[in-house]
Nanobody, 121 residues
Framework: VQLQASGGGLVQAGGSLRLSCAASGSTFRNNAIGWYRQAPGKQRELVAAISRGGTTTYADSVKGRFTISRDNAQNTVYLHLNSLKPEDTAVYYC????????????????WGHGTQVTVSS
């Protein structure tokens, strides 16, 4: 599976973005997908993840503001970012693996190149 993240950009606080993680390969629907982010000087952290069956999980810091969804027909997972805050500024990556638990641990076999999200105050 090859992953390509896109949709990042510069937005003012309170604004919204939609990130996309597009995957190649016919086995996409068999993979759990996680969105991670890494801010300068900080460790990479899990933002949200979705299992093959659609079960979702979110970091406490983004609950109620971010929504993860998947479109298996388009081989794409989306991350809707609403009510953005300056502390959401980071490079966002997607991670894929057949096991949801592996994605939650950030140990999935596949990583895409990141997309930069910058939130100005």
């Amino acid at each position: 599976v090859q992953l390509q993240a896109s949709g990042g950009g510069l937005v003012q606080a309170g604004g919204s973005l939609r990130l996309s993680c597009a995957a190649s390969g016919s086995t996409f629907r068999n993979n759990a997908i996680g969105w991670y982010r890494q801010a300068p000087g900080k460790q990479r952290e899990l933002v949200a993840a979705i299992s093959r069956g659609g079960t979702t999980t979110y970091a406490d810091s983004v609950k109620g503001r971010f929504t993860i969804s998947r479109d298996n027909a388009q081989n794409t997972v989306y991350l809707h970012l609403n009510s953005l805050k300056p502390e959401d500024t980071a490079v966002y990556y997607c991670n894929a693996d057949q096991l949801f638990s592996t994605v939650l641990a950030g140990l999935g076999d596949y990583w895409g190149h990141g997309t930069q999200v910058t939130v100005s105050s």
